[in-house]
């Protein structure tokens, strides 16, 4: 029930009052907004206050981790936020409100859940100053005593209990949305916050991001595309990792002065993001600005009257925060691919036909309408440049199409849609000249192709082929197992037939005793309204008595 989360309801009413949230919309341009402000209005830490610039920021801050990664989200959306907003959801993406660094040295040498080190022992040098503060973590420049120069990462203190709190009641959001909108029924709304609860009490755990970091550095080791920095030390709470020289994506002015390609820079990034999802089946599911860097020189020597300069090669994506990383089921990704090459292919029968094979709509949906409904929807966005797609758009109307043809999209593919919306919007920024199409299609055709080659599948066959021979000694076992099941499957349809049986004679029974009651009755009171006297209350009480004892038996 929302009413058990009343307490942080009452906290994120005043956090939204206290900030006067109400003015930073235009309540013109959005009525259905007007309930909401007046709520805030009417709030006494709203009263004598006024227009607060970068409130939007401030309350985000205040209210947790989770608004925080909706902020992060919606900082990547142009086309759907004002920029006066943009602007102030840009600064959570590293200029979260910083902790005391007396906690962050007493994270890194906890027993437990640190490094069990003193600061001196494990660092030449220690800055105590953050150089960023994100919305799990802060992080701060060291240097190691060989010299290498490095960043420390520590987790926020008490973080988990108010993620824990908070994911309760989005939880209980997502079941209200369920019972009442079938769209939310189609995405699986409910799945969608679980596994999202789970990824972010992950993401609390800096050993797996640690993982996560030394498995993509091995997956790009080498690349022109991407350098992923080196984990040297980990523990829940501390990671310490190599430092590295960027600047955000989002800095494109600085990509200009350089003299970087920013359509090449564009053109590497989408590169990555199908080499992640097709090559590696492991993609960076957190792609907002403040996670994606460029490599530049030093930053102490960037300034904005610089000359272009050479780094000895073609500038590199630096791969960062790898805590939430993205998998998909081999089948989900032939899906998926043969998906988009359909539609760049603007086949939709093919499409339909892929939904179809893959169990998402029901067996008796009209096929015809659904290819109907996606041509209308999808079609045209292959024609037009990502300046001019609108990604949040066409995907809500595609989640349409899905509630009115009962489509039932599987839930681990909804990161995947969530990451898209964050490489779409940064492409906006970056290039928004960029043709999507015709670097994916390439990408995806020899993808699937390596995936349907014949050789290959034989190769994996013979690699697989003693781990089969071995599995045969299990076959008596298992065949012993499936006909015991059937047996017992056999006896208990025995049983729930006799129960059946039982249950059909009880209720003949129970309808001949209705019909006797109700003939009875009928029967008394007929024979009470025509006798005269005191027989008359005897047929009355006996017309009673037979429907107490058909309430009875």
Not at 288 to 295: A, D, I, K, M
Not at 438 to 450: G, N, R, V, Y
Not at 507 to 536: E, H, K, P, Y
């Amino acid at each position: 029930m929302l009413l058990s989360h009343r307490a942080r309801l009452l906290e994120l009413w005043r956090i939204a009052a206290m900030y006067r949230l109400d003015t930073h919309f235009s309540i013109e341009e959005a009525p259905q907004l007007q309930p909401l402000a007046r709520l805030i209005r009417i709030h006494p830490a709203a009263w004598g206050k006024k227009h607060q610039p970068n409130a939007i920021k401030y309350a985000l801050e205040d209210m947790g981790t989770l608004f925080l990664k909706l902020g992060q989200l919606l900082s990547t959306r142009r086309d759907l936020v004002p920029p006066e907003i943009i602007a102030q959801l840009i600064q959570l993406q590293d200029k979260v409100k910083p902790f005391d660094a007396d906690i962050a040295v007493a994270q890194i040498q906890h027993p437990k859940h640190g490094l069990g080190q003193s600061i001196e022992t494990l660092f030449a040098r220690f800055d105590i100053k953050p150089l960023a503060a994100a919305s799990i973590a802060q992080v701060h420049t060291a240097a190691l005593h060989d010299g290498r120069e490095v960043v420390v990462k520590v987790v926020r203190p008490d973080i988990r209990t108010v993620i824990v709190s908070d994911f309760e009641l989005l939880r209980e959001l997502a079941s209200w949305a369920s019972a009442r909108i079938e769209a939310a029924r189609a995405i699986h709304i409910i799945d969608i916050v679980e596994d999202y609860r789970q990824v972010m009490l992950n993401e609390l755990d800096l050993t797996l991001e640690a993982d996560n970091t030394t498995q993509m550095r091995n997956n790009f080791l080498g690349s022109a595309l991407m350098y992923v920095p080196e984990v040297y030390d980990a523990a829940k709470n501390v990671m310490v990792m190599e430092r590295i020289q960027g600047v955000p994506i989002s800095q494109v002015e600085m990509f200009d002065q350089l003299g970087y390609d920013r359509a090449a820079l564009a053109e590497k990034g989408l590169t990555i993001f199908f080499t992640q999802v097709f090559r590696d089946n492991f993609f960076h599911a957190d792609m907002h600005p403040g996670n994606v860097f460029v490599e530049t020189p030093p930053v102490q020597t960037l300034h904005a009257g610089m000359e272009a300069v050479d780094l000895g090669h073609e500038p590199r994506y630096i791969g960062l925060d790898c805590a939430i990383m993205g998998t998909l089921s081999k089948d989900d990704q032939l899906i998926v691919a043969r998906m988009l090459l359909a539609v760049m292919n603007n086949n939709f029968t093919a499409v339909v036909d892929i939904v179809s094979r893959a169990g998402w709509i029901p067996p008796n949906a009209d096929k015809h309408a659904l290819m109907r409904d996606m041509k209308r929807t999808v079609g045209p966005m292959l024609q037009k440049s990502i300046d001019d797609i609108d990604f949040a758009g066409v995907l809500m109307q595609i989640l349409d199409i899905a509630r009115r043809h009962h489509m039932s999209i599987p839930p681990q593919l909804m990161l995947l849609l969530k990451t898209l919306v964050h490489v779409e919007g940064l492409g906006r920024d970056l290039y928004p000249d960029l043709d999507i199409w015709s670097l994916a299609k390439p990408i995806l055709s020899s993808w699937i192709k390596e995936q349907l080659d014949p050789m290959r599948n034989l190769q994996q066959l013979r690699q697989q082929l003693p781990e089969m021979l071995l599995s045969t000694t299990d076959i008596p076992k298992l065949l012993d197992q499936g006909l015991q099941s059937l047996a017992s499957q056999g006896s208990r349809q025995d049983s729930q037939l006799r129960e059946i049986q039982q249950i059909r004679a009880d209720m003949l029974n129970d309808r001949r005793r209705d019909w006797l009651a109700l003939a009875g009755f009928a029967i008394f009171i007929a024979i009470a309204t025509q006798v005269i006297g005191w027989l008359s209350p005897i047929f009355y009480i006996l017309a009673v008595l037979v429907v107490v004892w058909r309430i009875l038996t």
